[in-house]
């Protein structure tokens, strides 16, 4: 096949990941401007490579207006490197929006975070609702990007954390895990709950520019978390959206809602636009 040079002309790097670089590249077929990751494979297991090839695979398959569509891969074996071609997000990832509304002492309005909502769970729905359920298991405000008008596209499906512990990667990149669920603390598996949980957390971020539970190091967060006590969002915004926020920040993963039952609440189904 064709080589990355060939079908690609890089344009910047526009930002390191965990993997390697990633750039921002001009299709030459047809000139548009996309993302690409790229992989330094040369120093994976086997199995790590076996990970981010099936990773790669469910990328493909998961095609939603609101998670970031991957587009190919390209293999270079005497470089060992994969590239990774994805959609371009304009309005770059949340991290980036919120800390400039923070240093703007600006704020989401609340019309706004109920549409971030809506789209939120439209793409959980795509990967919920299946018969091999996809957890993205790294929700983040950095993970969730935005595209020119200002829609979510939920990004870095399982990518890195599929990897797991073992790999080399992990560790290159572990900030603090202000997003961890209760049970998770417990030790209890990872479920499509602690995804709900990571997004009230997301959620309240937007509405809060903090995240609900801060503390210096992970064992005085985990006690935070735990004991699930946090103050109310900003008082500009109703009751309604705190109830939503509080209702995602249940500590018992059973009691915690669904995304179906979070997409049943009339104000969010207000937002819910579905493709046609
Ligand atoms: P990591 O491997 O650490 O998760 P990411 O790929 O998420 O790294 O992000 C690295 C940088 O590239 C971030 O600044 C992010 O905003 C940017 N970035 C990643 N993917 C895209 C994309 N599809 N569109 C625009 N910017 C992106
Ligand atoms: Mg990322």
């Known amino acids: 096949g064709a080589s990355f040079a060939e079908l690609y002309a890089e344009l910047c790097v526009i930002g390191r990941g965990s993997f390697g670089e990633v750039l921002k590249v001009r299709r030459r077929s047809d000139s548009r401007t996309l993302v690409c990751k790229v992989l330094s494979y040369g120093q994976m297991s086997e199995k790590e490579k076996q990970l981010v090839v099936s990773e790669v695979n469910i990328l493909r398959e998961l095609k939603h207006r609101h998670v970031v569509q991957y ?3 390209v293999l270079d074996k005497r470089a060992a490197k994969i590239y990774i071609i994805m959609e371009y997000c304009e309005n770059g990832d949340m991290g980036r929006q919120i800390k400039r509304m923070r240093r703007d002492r600006s704020h989401f309005e609340e019309t706004r975070v109920w549409k971030f909502l809506a789209q939120l769970l439209l793409a959980f729905e795509a990967c919920h609702n299946r018969k091999d359920i996809i ?7 950095c993970n969730i990007f935005l595209d020119r008008d200002m829609n979510i596209k939920v990004g870095d499906f399982g990518l890195a954390k599929e990897l ?4 080399q990667f992990a560790y290159t990149n572990v900030g603090t895990p202000y997003y961890m669920s209760p049970e998770l603390i417990n030790e209890k598996r ?6 709900i949980w990571a997004l009230g957390c997301l959620i309240y971020e937007m509405c809060a520019l903090r995240p609900p539970f801060e503390a210096a190091n992970v064992v005085s967060l985990g006690k935070r978390i735990s004991a ?3 103050s109310r ?6 009751d309604e959206l705190q109830a939503v926020v ?4 249940t500590l018992s993963p059973t009691r915690r809602p669904s995304v179906s039952q979070l997409m049943s609440l009339p104000r969010v189904g207000s937002y819910v636009v579905r493709a046609r």
């Open 71 to 73: 587009f190919d891969r």
């Open 135 to 141: 957890l993205h298991r790294d929700i983040k405000p």
């Open 164 to 167: 797991g512990a073992e790999s």
């Open 190 to 195: 990872y479920n499509e709950k602690s995804d």
């Open 228 to 230: 699930g006590r946090f």
């Open 233 to 238: 969002i900003p008082m500009r915004y109703s």
């Open 246 to 249: 509080q209702s995602m920040l």
